[in-house]
T-cell receptor, first 113, second 113 residues
Framework: DVKVTQSSRYLVKRTGEKVFLECVQD?????MFWYRQDPGLGLRLIYF???????EKGDIPEGYSVSREKKERFSLILESASTNQTSMYLC????????????FGPGTRLLVL | AQSVSQHNHHVILSEAASLELGCNYS??????LFWYVQYPGQHLQLLLK??????LVKGIKGFEAEFIKSKFSFNLRKPSVQWSDTAEYFC???????????FGTGTRLTIIP
């Protein structure tokens, strides 16, 4: 069974803080993804990584960066958190082919005050 | 760029009613289509997907979807819903061999016992 875990379920941070969200998958998947989920907007892709140290911007990368130093781990970084980054953040992984299922973690609900 | 439309934002049905949730996408080439479901408090998980072949796809828990290429549609159906189907449903598309998914805004389904 594929397992994608995220470091925190809930997180509260202050404006201007640097925030790290961690994601780990145990299925040796090449692809990993970070999304944010907002009511009425669905899931929007922030960043995509297709291999270690390789990344590609998604639809809404502004204010975010990512790091993938090991195949199983993909980190999302908010360099200076802002209130409009309050959201649910979802990590996913998949094999490297169109049509492959993406497997999702439980999500991190981030509140920026 | 591709886009996905889910016109039903919130659907309320009684148990045993039939369900059809609409999904339309905009892309003229090859697509892979997905329905994901998020039950309250749970991970986003795959319900079913169309990769190739038979356009009528059957998924878990009695759900099915039909890919109609001429209508750019991939509507989700279930003949008789149960209270446990209460969840949020997301349609998504891979287009043109792209490994990234584009999601719709989601449909919240509430089943009244």
């Amino acid at each position: 069974d594929v397992k994608v875990t995220q470091s925190s379920r809930y997180l509260v941070k202050r404006t201007g803080e640097k925030v790290f969200l961690e994601c780990v998958q145990d299925m040796d998947h090449e692809n990993m993804f970070w999304y944010r989920q907002d009511p009425g907007l669905g899931l929007r892709l922030i960043y995509f990584s297709y291999d270690v140290k390789m990344k590609e911007k998604g639809d809404i990368p502004e204010g975010y960066s990512v790091s993938r130093e090991k195949k199983e781990r993909f980190s999302l970084i908010l360099e200076s958190a802002s209130t409009n980054q309050t959201s649910m953040y979802l990590c996913a992984s998949s094999l490297p082919r169109a049509g492959e299922t993406q497997y999702f973690g439980p999500g991190t609900r981030l509140l920026v005050l | 760029a591709q886009s996905v439309s889910q016109h039903n934002h919130h659907v309320i049905l009684s148990e045993a009613a039939s369900l059809e949730l609409g999904c339309n996408y905009s892309y003229g080439g090859t697509v892979n289509l997905f329905w994901y479901v998020q039950y309250p408090g749970q991970h986003l998980q795959l319900l079913l997907k169309y990769f190739s072949g038979d356009p009528l796809v059957k998924g878990i828990k009695g759900f099915e979807a039909e890919f109609i290429k001429s209508k750019f549609s991939f509507n989700l159906r279930k003949p008789s819903v149960q209270w446990s189907d209460t969840a949020e449903y997301f349609c998504a598309v891979n287009a043109g061999g792209n490994e990234k998914l584009t999601f719709g805004t989601g449909t919240r389904l509430t089943i009244i016992p």
